[in-house]
């Protein structure tokens, strides 16, 4: 295949160069009067870039909130049809997904209606999401960077022939249906292990000697402290049953960021994950903050106690930690898995001794002094092996996933740009020579 040399760089010499408002629709969203309810909680799906934080999926359906039609006639809120390519223009800039249905957005977004005879939307969806720094770089503003209408109209992409946009797209889409899957089987898993925590450990009806639910089948009950508990269980304190330490910053930090060296685990990457794993980081700490940070091994149990306090994580590699995660070690009467899911199920009581107005701040002797109820070990190891299946099966899938990802973040810049052609049928071939 021949190329030839553009404004965007080489690329093949069928493909043509368009600005975005040549291949459809730039659409800005509007926010409907807060003050006025009629407006608000309505069927129409509202969508802001905070939605958009930690989604990964392509296709969004619904986000925090919905507006009414008479919201929507009220502002300059528009409604978008499905496969509109939503993109965020502020707060943070490029935040990409396609309308999983008719909905409209907040004025954070330029969204792009596709001409179906130009663009296919899902091409443009994975071409956003490739163009995404080029984009920021030239977004206005001083304080706030944003993308506005104008600049987002006359952003100029490379565009192959619509055949050759579906084929390409179709390879990545392959490949986030694959990632997409095991996300939502993961989450399905978390949500059964975490329904049989509440149901043995708070709820009491963890199978009796009989196999039947111990405090139904009249089960005998203590009381403690803590109301009434199953006999031969214990309340005990945070920091009798595990060590707590808190992690560490080398300072200033931003002298030892990096692109490369040891993961550096901050507080997004647990609040822009679904997973209760860590598995990979955004930012990177050079060799000579190590010795000035808190290193964890794979398989340590963390917890955010600063900015978002409370997210309990799982390491699956080699870390270091910032001084906002409280780090576990050293475990008695109780295991990791145990900690992780009571961590899960406690997080709201736990949030509210957690202090600050703006950002809150959860200290480690409040989480120390906090009240557990302690089952029998006999309990804790048949409950243990349990959460091993489920947790060995969401670790094989998040492992997996993050190989996917890598292809597909490896391929994106490379069939985007053409330098990877994608195979066409000969018909299709004759017709773009």
């Known amino acids: 295949m021949d190329y030839k040399e553009s404004e965007v760089g080489k690329i093949p010499v069928h493909w043509e160069i368009r600005q975005l408002s040549e291949i459809g629709e730039i659409v800005s969203g509007g926010t409907p009067n807060t003050k006025i309810e009629e407006y608000w909680n309505g069927n129409i799906p509202w969508i802001t870039p905070k939605d958009l934080s930690g989604f990964t999926d392509r296709y969004i359906y619904s986000g925090e909130r919905n ?6 006639e009220n502002s300059s809120a528009k409604l978008l049809p499905r496969n509109t390519v939503l993109f965020s223009s502020r707060a943070p800039i490029g935040y990409v997904a396609l309308a999983g249905d008719n909905l409209a957005t907040n004025q954070g977004f330029k969204s792009i209606i596709c001409d179906d005879k130009k663009a296919y939307p899902l091409f443009i969806y994975y071409l956003l999401k490739s163009k ?7 977004a206005g503003g001083s304080t706030f960077k944003e993308v506005s209408g104008k600049v987002m109209k006359e952003f100029k992409v490379q565009i192959p022939p619509l055949t050759e946009q579906k084929a390409i797209a179709n390879i990545l889409s392959t490949l986030d249906e694959k990632i997409e899957t095991n996300n ?3 989450e399905k898993l978390e949500e059964m292990a975490q329904a049989l925590f509440k149901h043995w450990f708070v709820d009491f009806e ?9 405090k139904s089948s009249g ?3 203590v009381e403690s402290e803590l109301g009434m508990i199953p006999k031969g269980w214990k309340i005990k304190r945070v920091g009798e049953i595990v060590n707590i330490t808190r992690g560490a910053s080398p300072r200033p930090i931003k002298d030892y960021i990096d692109a490369i060296g040891m993961p550096w685990v901050k507080i997004s990457d647990a609040t ?6 860590i598995n990979e980081t955004k930012e990177f700490i050079k060799e000579e903050g190590i010795p000035k940070s808190k290193k964890v091994s794979p398989g340590t149990l963390i917890l955010s106690n600063s900015a978002t306090p409370g ?13 906002g995660w409280l780090v576990f070690q050293d475990y008695q009467y109780i295991t990791k898995e145990f900690l992780y899911y009571f961590l899960m199920n406690e997080r709201e009581k736990i949030l509210t001794l957690s202090n600050g107005s703006v950002f809150r701040n959860l200290k480690t002797d409040i989480l120390k002094n906090y009240k557990i109820v302690v089952p029998t070990l006999e309990l804790i190891e048949k409950a243990n092996k349990i ?4 947790n060995n099966e969401i670790e094989r899938r998040t492992k997996e996933i993050k190989i996917l990802s890598n292809i597909r973040d490896t391929l994106l810049p490379k069939l985007m740009s053409g330098e990877i052609r994608v195979p066409l049928d000969d018909e299709v071939l004759s017709e773009q020579n």
Do not use: R, W
């Open 67 to 72: 507006i009414t039609e008479l919201g929507l």
């Open 132 to 138: 995404k720094n080029d984009i920021e770089n030239i």
């Open 184 to 186: 939502q089987i993961n």
């Open 206 to 214: 963890f199978p009796d000697e009989n196999g039947k639910p111990y």
């Open 219 to 221: 089960g005998e009950m």
């Open 272 to 277: 822009e994950s679904k997973s209760k794993y």
């Open 311 to 323: 997210i309990p994580k799982i390491m699956l590699i080699e870390a270091c930690v910032h001084d």
């Open 387 to 390: 959460f091993q299946d489920f």
